[in-house]
């Protein structure tokens, strides 16, 4: 009794020492940070702060790289970083750059000391990696900022001076403004083309840090960090066989909340969840002769053996932020995923320069998404949507809207499930790109073309709801559920050409068993052989998406009678489980599922029931706002 009343006395004590620290850019780190004296620098809060404390940062433009030192205990005895309410606060990992010197009309340079960058010049530092493709040209980690946008490196003076469009580009007039850089043991040059701008006069910035929020060392649970805008940070390609350090990142930790920030300009990714440097780094660059997929089935191993489990590792949360002008990936991780939220983001707008190229590109590039939950989600623009690769079990992708990615909106690569896409918007060209099996698809709308591949590599899969991995196995393809959806067409039906499919045809392929019923084909679409549907038709339902920036509107034609009879709902009990992994259909803690929401949380009733991600539609002209 005496020892229970002494560990209450000391948890009770130890909330009453909760202290909240101020950071203010008229502060002073001689300060002791409170309200009255706040700190200079985020740094010198992070000095302060253990488990349970509040470090408060206010309005202004704060250049640094913020390494935790501690993180908190767990979820109660957190440790939170966050933007005063109603305040503006920059984090840059890019300082001012003046003394430019005009060279011929609008190029200008400007000569650094090697000392300004201290141990880092990221204008000496090569992108490079796993997967990296360079397109036959140098990259550096460094980037020039002109009024907060980046201008485009080039691999010649000659091309500063001569700018031409880089026709890869999805802001061809931004192409033009580029720069060039050289260095030596003593001095770093960089020429720019600012146009009529002038940059002793402008807001000139480069990147000089490699990330913005990024704990050196791994083991830094149980942070909340909200309300940032981070941007200007010269990251590094980030394979899943490497230390993935973006803008943001969280390291090899467990249980972080990334809320309400703005996330921008990162040379390649913008939030890294997870992997760590001890498991791997670059392993199939350094040795070329043995395949990537069995270096990265070795690190799979490395990564078990480093603790790799929900005990250790993952369950963030991630939601509500903006994340844009990425060159890699809006949100990457290897591994570190497991077990978690990515929930009401905005993700667009990357990969827009596309000067370089790799296998790790899009708005959302995980591996190992085990257990995850990607939903409500807002992704376009990004070349490539959603990536899930090796390892998605248990993983659910609900309710996003998806549209002008213009390779696919999400793609499936070597899993073996069991997963659930259900009830999402998907709208580009390519809507599925399959090299999957084990999939459940229920309740989307798909205004895109389906492809269907069979992936040469064995990868792993897993016991249920945890990394522990039971098996190796080769893709065959099919073992899918495909209920309650609407497929869309380009009108041309059976004269489609190409790869580019519409509907479940592409089953027709499949090595594995496909389930299919309780569809809907508009437009040409069309259902394979030997499959229970609802059958073929010519229905245009006439879909437009209205994209007014903040808003999102979907217009389209209901007609109850084309829909059909109100289709059963899907649950764990009419899923089953994936044929390799033997793994039910589930909730990630276990529990029997239904999918009865529809796209907005709407409750779904066998009486209210309909194919696609709506219910309780009026016939005739329908307008949704879908975000």
Not at 53 to 60: C, E, K, L, S
Not at 239 to 245: M, V
Not at 605 to 619: A, Q, R, S, Y
Request: charged share 20%; net charge negative; aromatic share 12%.
């Amino acid at each position: 009794m005496k020892k229970t009343l002494f560990l209450i006395l000391v948890f009770l004590s130890s909330l009453a020492r909760a202290t909240e620290y101020h950071v203010s850019v008229k502060g002073s780190d001689a300060n002791d940070g409170s309200a009255a004296k706040p700190f200079k620098t985020i740094m010198e809060a992070v000095r302060h702060a253990v488990p349970g404390d509040v470090i408060t940062v206010h309005a202004g433009t704060y250049r640094e790289w913020v390494n935790p030192l501690r993180g908190g205990e767990s979820d109660d005895r957190r440790i939170t970083y966050q933007a005063a309410d109603g305040e503006k606060v920059v984090i840059k990992g890019s300082e001012i750059m003046k003394g430019w010197e005009r060279v011929k009309g609008g190029v200008w340079k400007v000569v650094i000391d090697n000392g300004f960058f201290g141990d880092y010049n990221p204008f000496k530092d090569s992108i490079h990696g796993d997967w990296f493709n360079p397109l036959g040209w140098l990259h550096h980690t460094g980037e020039v900022y002109l009024k907060g946008k980046s201008l485009y490196e080039q691999p010649t003076l000659e091309k500063v001076m001569n700018p031409e469009v880089t026709k890869r580009s999805k802001d061809p007039d931004g192409s033009l403004f580029t720069w060039y850089c050289e260095s030596d043991d003593n001095t770093t040059t960089i020429w720019a083309n600012f146009h009529k701008h002038n940059p002793n006069r402008e807001l000139v910035e480069i990147a000089v840090r490699p990330t913005c929020f990024y704990p050196e060392k791994p083991g830094i649970d149980y942070l909340t960090i909200r309300g940032f805008h981070f941007t200007q940070a010269a990251t590094q390609w980030a394979p899943p066989t490497a230390e993935q350090i973006g803008i943001v990142s969280t390291h090899w930790n467990k249980g972080w909340i990334i809320e309400n920030n703005v996330i921008s300009e990162s040379k390649c990714t913008g939030l890294t969840l997870g992997k760590d440097h001890a498991t791997g780094q670059n392993v199939w660059s350094a040795e070329k002769d043995i395949s990537g997929a069995i270096h990265y089935i070795e690190v799979t191993f490395r990564a078990l053996r480093h603790n790799w489990n929900k005990e250790h590792i993952g369950s963030h949360i991630v939601r509500n932020n903006e994340i844009y002008h990425c060159e890699q990936a809006g949100i990457c991780g290897s591994m570190g995923a497991a077990f978690s939220l990515i929930e009401n983001n905005h993700i667009h707008d990357n990969w827009v320069k596309r000067q370089f190229d790799g296998a790790e590109i899009g708005g959302v590039k995980f591996h190992a998404a085990i257990d995850a939950v990607i939903r409500k989600n807002r992704i376009h623009n990004c070349g490539r949507g959603l990536w899930l690769d090796w390892m998605a079990q248990g993983t659910r992708v609900s309710a996003n809207l998806f549209y002008d990615n213009d390779s696919e909106d999400v793609f499936l690569e070597v899993n073996h499930g069991p997963f659930l896409i259900d009830n999402n918007i998907m709208l580009s060209p390519e809507a599925i790109k399959n090299w999957s099996q084990g999939g459940a698809f229920v309740h989307n709308l798909i205004a895109g073309a389906i492809t269907l591949n069979q992936a040469g590599r064995y990868t792993p899969y897993h016991f249920p709801h945890t990394t522990e991995i039971k098996g190796l196995a080769f893709i065959y393809t099919g073992d899918d559920k495909v209920f309650n959806n609407i497929f869309i067409g380009n009108g041309q039906g059976a004269l489609a050409k190409g790869k580019f499919k519409y509907g479940t045809e592409v089953y027709d392929k499949a090595r594995f068993p496909v389930f299919i019923k309780g569809n809907v084909y508009c437009l040409g679409a069309l259902s394979g052989k030997n499959q229970q549907n609802d059958g073929n038709a010519e229905f245009n339902p006439g879909l437009k998406l209205e994209d007014k920036g903040k808003e999102v509107y979907l217009h389209f034609t209901f007609d109850p009678d084309f829909y059909g009879k109100n289709p059963p709902l899907i649950s764990s009990e009419i899923l089953g489980e994936s044929k390799m992994s033997k793994a039910p259909y589930d909730n990630a803690d276990g529990t029997p599922l239904t999918i009865d929401n529809d796209y907005f949380g709407y409750f779904r009733t066998v009486e209210n029931n309909l194919p696609g991600p709506f219910i309780d539609l009026k016939k005739g002209e329908v307008t949704l706002k879908v975000w």
